[in-house]
């Protein structure tokens, strides 16, 4: 062989080597060709594929997480504003009391006293049909409505009661305070306010805390319910009064006051209301802000109430000087009577039927714990006839009037409700 068919040989040799694919082993050990680049495209592209549906799946299990959050959000906006929409029911007229009613009482010893009063013809008498320890601190706040009884201390608690089956029914906790006001609306809903400065809507079906109404800045001493059920009204420490929207659970709207407001209350009509102060009281009509009169007190006023008498409203002001000052819906006082011993802490007005009429009668207490019950007309009459015979607009009478009713609890009392539901 030639020197040139030798370098065509070798040449041709090198050619077949490098055409020759060499063969890999794989993980397992077994031989497999290397990837072509369309195997490696073909490869690349069923990554694609897996990682497209793998993220398919991805979103759709993100799409299906986010609607049931979605869902979650609504379900519980929903529940917010079932919670929101507190919707009290508008009060009919109650029937006035004919045989007996009920006068519930607090004390400073942590008893509660229940007293049924009786009426026969024109004579009434107090008989009392529970007495207990209900709390372990001073008993502030009592209310009754429909079957239900509740009672407030400075332990912080509720104790609720049913009046129909004469049982304590349990405790409600939702405060960090002194329960300072209770209010029920007929026999549907409680309100409760309390030094935390929190007012709580309770239904009574099932007793659940639909709202927690939160305003004040300081700790609420007075709540009272209007009788439509559609507006409340608080008063507390900051020096603020607040209007609240019951059927949206909302403020209304809130106003600075010169004093401390002590106590507020409706007027039987609903059309005005009025702030109790240490020893002022103002009177309020319905969306003014501005007072349309006050009335100035030389003694400190610890409770007070609106009542209608002949197509009148009078200002009812319990003291610390043993008297039940009234005066007429214009800031004058009409006149003074001397009801007890020591000074009046609650008012509480029922209306009863005496001798086949009906009247508005009064519940007093007082420190010198006794409970009296009053007839309104006793004590409006003879200012409705002196107003009529007298050209002196400013002359203060002072009434002598005779209970109707009196019981000696022999303790120091805090505070009155009375009821004409009776069981």
């Known amino acids: 062989m030639s020197e040139s068919q030798r370098k065509r040989a070798k040449t041709m040799t090198t050619a077949s080597k490098t ?24 490869e690349s592209s069923k990554r694609d594929i897996t990682k497209s549906e793998n993220s398919k799946e991805i979103t759709k299990k993100d799409t299906k997480s986010e609607s049931k959050k979605k869902d979650n959000k609504s379900e ?24 007996s009613f009920l006068v519930v009482a607090g004390t400073y010893e942590r008893i509660l006293y229940g007293l049924e009063a009786r009426v026969v013809g024109s004579v009434m008498t107090l008989n009392p049909q529970f007495i207990f320890p209900a709390h372990i601190g001073c008993i502030k706040a009592v209310s009754a409505g429909g079957r239900y009884l509740a009672s407030g201390s400075t332990d912080e608690v509720i104790k609720l009661y ?45 007793w659940e805390p639909l709202k927690m109404l939160r305003g004040h800045k300081g700790a609420v001493n007075s709540i009272a319910i209007h009788p439509s059920g559609k507006l409340a009204l608080s008063v507390a420490q900051d020096r603020t009064i607040i209007i609240w929207n019951l059927l949206t659970g909302q403020r209304a709207s ?23 102060y240490a020893t002022e009281v103002q009177v309020y009509k319905v969306g003014q802000t501005e007072s349309l009169a006050t009335v100035f007190s030389k003694q400190r006023i610890l409770c007070a109430l609106v009542a209608s ?108 409700a009375s009821s004409t539901a009776t069981f």
């Open 162 to 206: 049913d009046l129909k089956k004469r049982v304590e029914l349990g405790s409600l906790h939702e405060h960090s305070g002194s329960i300072t006001a209770l209010q029920f609306h007929g026999g549907s809903h409680l309100l409760s306010a309390s030094e935390d400065g929190v007012i709580c809507i309770f239904r009574t079906n099932d």
């Open 254 to 276: 809130r106003v600075k006051t010169p004093q401390v407001g002590e106590i507020v209350a409706w007027s039987p009509s609903g059309s005005h209301y009025i702030v109790a």
């Open 76 to 99: 519980s906006k929903k529940k917010d504003n079932k919670s929101e929409n507190t919707d009290l029911p508008a009060l009919p007229k109650s029937e006035p009391a004919h045989d």
């Open 309 to 416: 008498y002949e197509n009148a409203e009078y200002v009812l002001c319990g003291s610390q000087d043993k008297r039940i000052h009234i005066y007429s819906a214009d800031g004058v006082e009409r006149a003074s009577v001397v009801c007890h011993e020591n000074r009046i802490k609650g008012l509480s007005l029922v209306d009863v039927v005496l001798d086949g009429v009906v009247h508005a009668v009064v519940v007093s207490i007082s420190s010198d714990g006794r409970i009296k019950t009053w007839k309104l007309a006793d004590l409006l009459d003879p200012i409705c006839k002196h107003a009529e015979q007298s050209t002196a607009s400013d002359e203060v009478m002072d009434l002598v009037a005779e209970p109707l009713a009196t019981y000696n609890a022999d303790v120091r009392l805090t505070c009155v």
């Open 19 to 42: 055409a020759t694919p060499k063969k890999t082993k794989s993980k397992t050990g077994v031989a497999r060709k290397p990837k072509t680049e369309v195997g490696k495209a073909i």
